[in-house]
């Protein structure tokens, strides 16, 4: 039941940081131009239905852990009890209708709206921030952390998405100045990776007392290790790549690979993510 829940966990925080951080990078990086709007609206659809199917397995596995049983996921007085009567269950609802009604914008003419569609996302990332260890504490300490999880979401989501977007690019990248897009995304990203990284030494020193937890080598401290050591990789070749960026054009194909490998560093520390939120974060006093 953990390896699923972690599976459903990482599918569902993936889709829902990447429909967010293409959506705020749209009109940055590609303005008033439409030619991949096609290609943006396919894929956030896919991502759509994605999260709505994972958000319910989400919840169906929550319900069978909590009562101790496979079949409670599907008894309904037992998902009754959990969206009515458990903090998750009270996050999920409204989780739960801002990713229906997202999968609707998307599936209707009002896809065009970019204003609502960014409005949707957000409040659908926003509803992750509550759910695992941001539910920890109670009083102002909780919605401190909760909030603090919030700006570490978007920051992650961004840069995830962002390079989601920059992906589609270079795999069309006729009729894009590639280099100027490349000098946009980069500038924000700056501030991306300052938010993510003060947000994330928050987060450890509030859920473990500590500014690294230990043992270094097992439970919550390795996967963390894990998850910087991700992170760093991406930096490395984020760095990579803004050094190099005046010959960009005349090296397409080994820029398109950096941004895949750095985009899969960026999926594989959400699995990381998704693994520590099933696991205690070992508070010290």
């Not at 999968?103 to 957000?122: A, E, F």
């Not at 401190?144 to 270079?170: D, E, R, S």
């Not at 590639?178 to 990284?197: H, K």
């Not at 397409?252 to 939120?277: C, D, F, R």
Request: glycine content about 10%; hydrophobic content about 60%.
């Amino acid at each position: 039941m953990t390896s699923a829940m972690v599976l459903c966990r990482f599918l569902h925080f993936t889709v829902v940081l990447m429909l967010f951080g293409a959506w705020v990078f749209r009109p940055l990086l590609l303005g008033r131009e439409t030619l991949l709007d096609a290609t943006l609206l396919r894929v956030s659809r896919w991502l759509g239905a994605v999260a709505l199917i994972s958000g319910i397995g989400w919840l169906l596995l929550i319900t069978a852990s909590m009562a101790g049983a496979w079949e409670a996921a599907i008894d309904p007085s037992t998902l009754s009890l959990v969206l009515g009567n458990t903090f998750f269950g009270q996050v999920w609802r409204w989780h739960f209708l801002l990713n229906g009604l997202l999968v609707v914008l998307l599936l209707t003419p009002l896809h065009t709206r970019q204003t609502l569609r960014l409005i949707l996302g957000s409040l659908l990332l926003a509803t992750l921030a509550p759910v695992g260890h941001g539910a920890m504490l109670d009083g102002l300490s909780g919605q401190l952390l909760i909030l603090n999880q919030i700006v570490h979401l978007t920051c992650v989501g961004a840069w995830l998405g962002g390079l989601l977007l920059l992906v589609i690019i270079l795999q069309q990248p006729a009729g894009h100045a590639v280099r100027e897009v490349l000098q946009r995304f980069s500038g924000v990203g700056y501030a991306l990776v300052t938010g993510l990284i003060i947000t994330g030494l928050i987060n450890v020193r509030v859920l473990t007392g500590q500014f690294w937890p230990t043992p270094l080598l097992s439970g919550f401290a390795l996967i963390l290790l894990i998850k910087v050591v991700l992170v760093a990789a991406m930096l490395g070749l984020a760095l990579f790549n803004r050094l190099r960026i005046k010959d960009c054009e005349q090296r397409l194909a080994t820029l398109k690979t950096s941004v895949i490998l750095e985009w899969l560093l960026g999926i594989g520390a959400v699995a990381a993510v998704s693994l520590l939120g099933t696991m205690p974060p070992m508070i010290t006093s």
